[in-house]
């Protein structure tokens, strides 16, 4: 099959032929139909976050099963998915205490005598984040992946592997925001439009776009936010307080920088949550003022929206299904696997929401 490989940090990913194996007892072989373009795999590509290499990247998919192995009994061929990073393994303490997003995922690999599931020519290549989904196909755990309604469209489920899921359970799991609460999300990228659609749904009062880019603003008016800030025009903090008479109830960082973390802490109010969405580099040290504790401010991280995903994911493809959550603006252009880095370049130069991969 056809496989964009990551060989070295800061290169563009290479197409190449990589070998697939077949499912084992627990595993699912799926035909990818779509395949959405995240920051994520530009924090590895650029060597932020390591992996080890070669590996297929990508994390974001929906697709069709093709295959199922023994034990499976969940999924049969022909069922159209939703995969996850979310891998869980169902026995572990986080897994039985309701926390699956933070499974330790012992049990869901193959082993170190096991054939690996990718390869070329005999030697290892690596699987990203248990999914490798800028691929032609996919093997995964059963714990993976979510089945889904046939009439979802796979191109915007796609969307809801990663960013959509990561944004709407920040606010709906991680935060629990109540109805008529302000909100500013900081990032209009795919995972802070998610963010933004879901503090709507949810009810809040006000929710406040900042991004740099007007058109990024001008999406997420159009998705549920009441203001949009640009933040090259001014301090954000600031015009945040201005707008709000003294700071939000709750901040979403949705970019992953030291800058715009501090911001996300500084623009609450009193007894307000900030939430950090965003992948921050490791080593990346944050300062927020010690005084403000005493303000019973709060600041918390949010791994993949703390989701559930085989309960979150089926909801949130009703949600498209019934009008409530719009992803087809979120889709800013449909492209070819050769047309990957591309993508990386467009994403990190703000000009899109996400791109998709098709494969059909």
Same mark, same amino acid.
């Given at each position: ?39 994520? /795999? #530009?924090?590895? &590509? ?10 297929? *990247?990508? %994390? =974001?998919? +929906?697709? @069709? ?57 005999? /030697? #290892?290549?690596? &699987? ?10 996919? *093997?995964? %755990? =059963?714990? +993976?992946? @979510? ?214």
């Amino acid at each position: 099959m056809k496989a964009a490989v990551l060989r070295e940090v800061k290169k563009p990913l290479t197409i190449e032929d990589v070998q697939i194996s077949k499912p084992g007892p627990h595993e699912v072989l799926m035909r990818t139909v779509a395949a959405g373009v995240c920051h994520s /795999d #530009v924090h590895f &590509q650029q060597g932020s976050y390591m992996y080890p290499m070669p590996a297929v *990247l990508g %994390h =974001e998919a +929906a697709g @069709v099963v093709e295959e199922v192995g023994s034990e499976v009994s969940y999924v049969q061929p022909g069922d159209h998915v939703i995969s996850c990073l979310s891998v869980f393994c169902g026995e572990c303490a986080y897994c039985v205490s309701g926390r699956p997003a933070l499974c330790a995922k012992v049990t869901t690999r193959r082993g170190p005598t096991d054939p690996p599931r990718l390869s070329q020519d005999g /030697d #290892v290549v690596h &699987q990203f984040l248990d999914l490798s989904a800028y691929a032609e196909q996919m *093997l995964v %755990h =059963e714990h +993976a992946i @979510v089945k889904i309604r046939d009439d979802m469209p796979l191109d915007r489920a796609c969307l809801i592997g990663c960013g959509v899921t990561t944004g709407l359970g920040a606010v709906f799991n991680t935060a629990a925001i109540e109805p008529g609460t302000t909100v500013a999300v900081i990032g209009a990228g795919g995972v802070g439009l998610a963010a933004i659609q879901g503090a709507a749904i949810a009810g809040a009062g006000r929710v406040i776009a900042i991004d740099m880019n007007e058109q990024k603003l001008e999406l997420a008016r159009s998705l549920g936010a009441t203001d949009g800030i640009n933040a090259s025009e001014g301090n954000p903090v600031e015009q945040v307080q201005q707008l709000t008479e003294g700071g939000v109830d709750y901040s979403f960082e949705a970019i992953g920088l030291k800058q715009t973390t501090e911001q996300a802490w500084q623009m609450l109010k009193n007894g307000g949550t900030a939430t950090v969405i965003g992948m921050i580099p490791i080593g990346t040290m944050i300062e927020l003022h010690g005084v403000d504790f005493l303000f019973e401010k709060k600041i918390q991280g949010s791994n993949m929206g703390s989701n559930r995903f085989r309960v979150d994911m089926p909801r949130y493809v009703d949600f498209y299904l019934n009008g409530k959550l719009n992803l087809d603006d979120m889709v800013s252009q449909r492209i070819k696997l050769a047309d990957v880095n591309d993508a990386f370049e467009a994403m990190q130069r703000g000009e899109v929401a996400r791109s998709v991969i098709m494969f059909d």
